[in-house]
């Protein structure tokens, strides 16, 4: 991966300490966000002239004059801290620097986009508990970025309120462009710009597109007997069987996503409303199964800047869409 990361132009890539609640249980939550830290740290340590794990901003500017690219930890899902703060301190203290509140599914203090859509009032309750506001104060004391993205909306407004630091949604599109539950609506994104924080688009194209999950569900219907299969042979809701199927589906899928201009389409709309200063790139690289067309490589960003510029942004405007605003939220957040 390091020459596709260096192609790409890449100074700072987050590393995605997601816990599969699937394939993980309830106390073996925190014990593998540990081994996953620890194998980033095993990688960083065989390359330590190429990559680190940066725990503040002089980190990032010390790796930046070095050419060594940041390696930030961020754990996705509030789960892996299994209702307790001082297991959030110890994640921090290993380089933790944001925390996503909550992945699909919802914690005992904090409730999901998936299931505020899908469960709606058969919820035990919506947004954060007491104990959900804590977590966020304890993550502005430590100096965690707050990651909104997954958030159900009630969760994102309860965490606007008590939050006291810049706030960023890592891999979250424009819902009034794509409408799905894990984009954000105009309200969202107006809150988003009067609390400081970014918004990092999303490159999934059932988030770029409305129209990709029919296209995509015709193409897995004439697959489904070879699905089936599959289904025999792993869990289905393993990511074995997620890796299978996505290796099947992909070369038919990749001729109904959208290209490179429809996600520059949603970085453009977030400018035009609440400017240039929030928004950012939050690609999903490694965590959706398939990419637009123009961009479905790290190693084609260099694309996404020529495309910004094509469309007449000034080049102060590309750095800050291309990592500086990121960079301006955690040093507001670490500081």
Same mark, same amino acid.
């Given at each position: ?18 816990? /599969?609640?699937?394939?993980?249980s309830e106390g073996e939550y925190y ?80 409730? /999901? ?37 997954? /958030?159900g909306e009630q969760t994102f407004y ?102 490179? =201009? ?17 928004? =950012? ?15 479905d490589k790290i190693s084609k960003l ?21 990592? =500086? ?11």
């Amino acid at each position: 991966d390091l020459p596709k990361f260096k192609n790409g132009g890449v100074d700072c890539q987050v590393f995605s300490i997601w816990v /599969s609640p699937q394939e993980f249980s309830e106390g073996e939550y925190y014990n593998r966000a540990n081994q996953m830290i620890s194998q980033l740290e095993y990688l960083c340590s065989r390359v330590p002239d190429k990559w680190a794990i940066p725990f503040d901003y002089q980190d990032l500017v010390y790796n930046d004059q070095h050419g060594i690219m940041s390696c930030m930890i961020g754990v996705e899902g509030g789960h892996a801290i299994e209702n307790d703060l001082e297991k959030l301190n110890a994640l921090y203290y290993r380089g933790t620097r944001y925390l996503g509140i909550t992945w699909n599914n919802s914690t005992d203090w904090a409730t /999901s986009a998936k299931d505020e859509t899908l469960k709606g009032d058969s919820l035990a309750f919506k947004g954060l508990t007491d104990f959900g506001e804590d977590v966020i104060n304890r993550c502005n004391e430590l100096g965690i970025m707050i990651d909104i993205s997954h /958030s159900g909306e009630q969760t994102f407004y309860d965490i606007i309120k008590t939050t006291t630091k810049p706030i960023i949604a890592s891999h979250s599109s424009v819902y009034n462009i794509c409408p799905h539950f894990r984009n954000l609506k105009d309200e969202q994104l107006l809150a988003m710009k009067e609390n400081g924080g970014v918004v990092f688009v999303n490159f999934y194209p059932g988030y770029i597109d409305s129209e990709y999950e029919e296209k995509a569900k015709v193409v897995k219907e004439s697959f489904k007997l070879k699905s089936d299969s599959l289904a025999k042979l792993y869990d289905p809701n393993s990511d074995y069987y997620w890796y299978k199927e996505s290796e099947m589906l992909v070369p038919h899928l990749q001729k109904v996503v959208p290209d490179l =201009g429809d996600v520059v389409d949603h970085i453009e709309y977030i400018i035009d409303l609440i400017g240039v200063d929030h928004v =950012g790139i939050g690609a999903d690289w490694d965590g959706v199964g398939i990419l637009p067309r123009g961009i479905d490589k790290i190693s084609k960003l260099p694309d996404l800047t020529r495309e910004l510029l094509e469309r007449g942004y000034s080049e102060r405007d590309v750095k800050k869409i291309l990592g =500086g605003n990121f960079k301006r939220v955690f040093r507001e957040v670490t500081s």
